[in-house]
């Protein structure tokens, strides 16, 4: 057992070394090549702070464009940039005229063309036939707020409002939808080959305008009935100036940024190490395993990386060690309570179980807000903080738990090298 044990707390380490050997260094393997996490063509993004990027300004071919002509325009920029996974890209406005800045896009015409071409929207059935096309059967889409219904609550919702010739259409898509199974029973909306509503449909509706229902807020539904009108924008966009800028932080900041993570991470590791003795080198072990899965999670996805995107990555790891340190506070307490080694590593796991718990999740629902109602900057330390958490909630529940048990097996009599 205690052979086991050992070979077990070696392939751990091991496990932890290669991932994070696979995170940074990258690999080769038949022909798959990845990087690593700062890999160009398949790692992370930089921000623009870090990297610099494309700034392009576009202006409106319409005299004086109302606001919320341009709130249409906005929408359409910022469905765009999130497919194309720019969710650090900053939009300004000023009057008619819209700036769009994009980190580590140094092609400004390919820029140019994602973000100025017409936005293409059509209304599909679940075979994925189009019943409606946004620029020619849609007259206007409205946020609306009240009763959609005599028998219902008030509640947001948006209005569309159809054209005469696409009323029959419409009917009959809506007819055959309705009577679909549960599941296909729906009208997606799809801008740009993205679906971006996929509403249910419980009857046949054939009048100019209907109704689109949800678990809608005020902001959602205004989004989405921009989204809509997107597809038939009053006027043209003009591009008026194309350039590149450079990183406003200077080349070395991220180099910098990793470097005191770095020695921020081996502190934090050694100071478990003295306070917590052999649970602190584990915990440090399951730290170690964090570092390489959140580097590898995010190089992966193509995350694009700011400095605020550091900050979040660093706040998670806090929270990792957090964990570990009201687990072994709780196994401090059972030990001087009397307790065997073992059932103290229980009972200490299963007291700071729902703490933990409720921390996280708490800190997860407000990256969630944070990432629906942010911009910029303030979503990619949504993502990073996101990914961390969830991370760090494995690796400290589930990988340190697993260590802990299996030093329990070698039956150490010495309470002390277990932070008592």
Request: glycine content about 8%; overall charge negative; hydrophobic content about 45%.
């Given at each position: 057992?205690?052979?086991k ?17 696979v ?32 700034v392009?300004?576009?202006e ?21 940039l ?8 900053r ?9 769009v ?16 071409s ?8 679940a ?9 020619t ?17 008030s ?27 549960e ?13 971006i ?24 539904a205004?989004?989405?009935?921009n ?19 450079g ?6 900041a991220?180099?910098t ?5 770095a ?13 917590y ?26 995350v694009?990386?700011?400095l ?10 806090g ?22 080694v ?11 179980f ?27 330390f949504?993502?990073?903080l ?6 760090s ?14 030093l329990?097996?070698f ?10």
């Open positions: 057992m205690k052979k044990s050992a070979l077990l707390l070696i392939l751990t380490l091991i496990i932890a070394i290669a991932l994070n050997w995170a940074f260094v990258g690999f080769d393997v038949s022909g798959f090549k990845y990087g690593g996490m700062f890999d160009e063509e398949r790692g992370i993004r930089k921000g623009i702070d870090l990297a610099g990027g494309s392009i300004s576009f409106a071919s319409k005299e004086n464009p109302t606001e919320a002509e341009m709130d249409i325009v906005e929408a359409i920029f910022n469905a765009r999130m497919n194309a996974g720019y969710t650090e890209a939009i300004s406005r000023n009057g008619g005229q819209i700036t800045e994009i980190p580590s896009v140094t092609d400004t015409d390919e820029a140019a063309s994602l973000l100025g017409t936005a293409k929207l059509t209304f599909r059935d075979d994925n036939n189009i019943v409606l096309d946004g620029a059967d849609i007259k206007n889409a409205e946020y609306q707020f009240g009763q959609a219904s005599a028998t219902s609550a509640e947001a919702y948006v209005q569309l409002t159809l054209t005469t010739e696409a009323v029959s259409k419409f009917a009959d898509a809506t007819r055959k939808a309705a009577a679909e199974s599941g296909r029973n729906y009208i997606s909306i799809v801008m740009d080959e993205n679906e509503s996929r509403p249910s449909v419980k009857e046949e509706i054939n009048s100019e305008t209907c109704i689109i229902q949800g678990d809608f807020t005020p902001e959602t205004q989004q989405l009935a989204q809509i009108k997107s597809g038939q924008l009053p006027f043209e966009l003009t591009t008026i100036s194309k350039e590149t800028i990183a406003e932080l200077g080349a070395d991220l180099p940024s990793m470097k005191a993570a020695i921020g991470i081996i502190i934090i590791m050694l100071f478990m190490i003295i306070m003795r052999m649970c602190g080198l584990l915990a440090s072990i399951a730290m170690a395993i964090y570092v390489g899965l959140i580097a590898l999670v995010l190089g992966l996805m193509r694009n990386l700011s605020s995107g550091i900050a979040g990555i660093i706040t998670s790891l929270m990792a060690v957090d964990a570990n340190v009201i687990i072994f506070e709780r196994m401090k307490e059972e030990l001087k309570n009397g307790k065997t073992k059932a103290s590593v229980e009972s200490g796991f299963n007291k700071a729902s703490a933990i718990l409720d921390s996280n999740v708490t800190t997860i629902i407000s990256c969630v807000v944070l990432y629906l109602s942010g911009i910029g900057t303030i979503r990619g949504a993502v990073t996101g990914l961390g958490v969830v991370i909630m494995f690796t400290a529940i589930v990988v340190t738990k697993f260590l802990l048990k299996q329990v097996r039956n150490i009599k010495n309470r002390k090298l277990f932070c008592a």
